[in-house]
């Protein structure tokens, strides 16, 4: 059985970072991608980044520049480095895998989900 368990949210200030790491579990298989949501009070869910088998990446355009998405297969891990953090930024932050063959930012192409970590950023 696939599962997802995201680790690394908190609190901080305005201008700091975090790191978020998503441990995948029940399959072996990298050529699935990998990505980060997230949702904020009363929004929607947002896809934040995603990355590849290959290691192609895509950034949403509000966070291009500050976060990073790496993955390590051996580790079956998938990471996000946060830096330069805005209250903005502040939601539940979700890892997803996708559905076999699909890349992008569309939280439909994703069917499997972890139960999320909060990620609080104070001015």
């Known amino acids: 059985q696939v599962r997802l368990v995201e680790s690394g949210g908190g609190s901080v200030q305005a201008g700091g970072s975090l790191r978020l790491s998503c441990a995948v579990s029940?399959?072996?298989?990298?050529?699935?991608?990998l990505a980060w949501f997230r949702q904020a009070p009363g929004k929607g869910r947002e896809g934040v980044a995603a990355?590849?088998?290959?290691?192609?990446?895509l950034y949403a355009d509000s966070v291009k520049g500050r976060f990073t998405i790496s993955r390590d297969n051996a580790k079956n891990t998938v990471y996000l480095q946060m830096t330069s953090l805005r209250p903005e930024d502040t939601a539940i932050y979700y890892c997803?895998?996708?559905?076999?063959?699909?890349?992008?930012?569309?939280?439909?192409?994703?069917?499997?989900w972890g139960q999320g970590t909060q990620v609080t950023v104070s001015s």
């Open positions: 990355i590849n088998r290959g290691a192609d990446t």
């Open positions: 029940g399959y072996t298989d990298s050529n699935y991608a």
């Open positions: 997803a895998r996708g559905v076999l063959g699909s890349w992008s930012l569309w939280a439909p192409n994703y069917n499997y």
